[in-house]
């Protein structure tokens, strides 16, 4: 479980994959420069899963891997790093990812008028579609009607306005 004072690092970990992001976070920051084995031994966790996860992280620019020969056996492994001054970069680029993506929603929203048959268990149509099928729904065959979504354009608009403030 995650704690209130963890570190950024690890709390990011946490939102991206879950317990087992958390466990090789945690054990990152305990001991830099750890080789994925020495993070499985330590976690716990088995050490494909501990690859996966480091190869992730590391595609996030979330850590760092140095390569350097193993002594005692004689080939090349990585050790790994946080990067610890990546994570408010890497909070803001998901932020930003976000709100465009709530922009892109309400664009939608915005861009036509959709109707409805009423039933649940059908999609609504927008206008063009709803023409194109004399205004009778393609599911259940009831007739369609202008479905307002001015709740729908408010909430994402607000939506909208609170990630802009926080990124501020
Ligand atoms: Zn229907």
Redesign the pocket.
């Known amino acids: 479980m995650i704690e209130k004072y963890e570190d950024p690092f690890v709390k990011i970990a946490n939102m991206i994959g879950g317990d087992e992001y958390l466990k090789v976070a945690r054990s990152l920051l305990k001991a830099q420069d750890a080789t994925d084995e020495e993070i499985a031994s330590s976690t716990g966790l088995r050490i494909n899963m501990v690859r996966k996860i480091l190869y992730d992280l590391f595609g996030k620019a979330l850590i760092t891997g140095i390569r350097v020969k193993d002594e005692r056996k004689g080939w090349f492994v990585y050790r790994w790093r946080s990067r610890k001054d990546e994570v408010e970069n890497f909070i803001e680029k998901e932020k930003k990812k976000i709100s465009d993506r709530l922009q892109q929603r309400l664009d939608y929203e915005n861009s036509s008028q959709f109707y409805h048959?009423g039933?649940d268990d059908?999609l609504r149509v927008t206008f063009e579609d709803g023409l194109e099928q004399f205004f009778k729904?393609s599911?259940?065959g009831?007739v369609l009607n202008l479905k307002k979504n001015e709740k729908s354009k408010k909430a994402f608009s607000k939506k909208i306005d609170e990630m802009k403030k926080d990124m501020r």
């Open positions: 048959c039933n059908c729904c599911s259940c009831q």
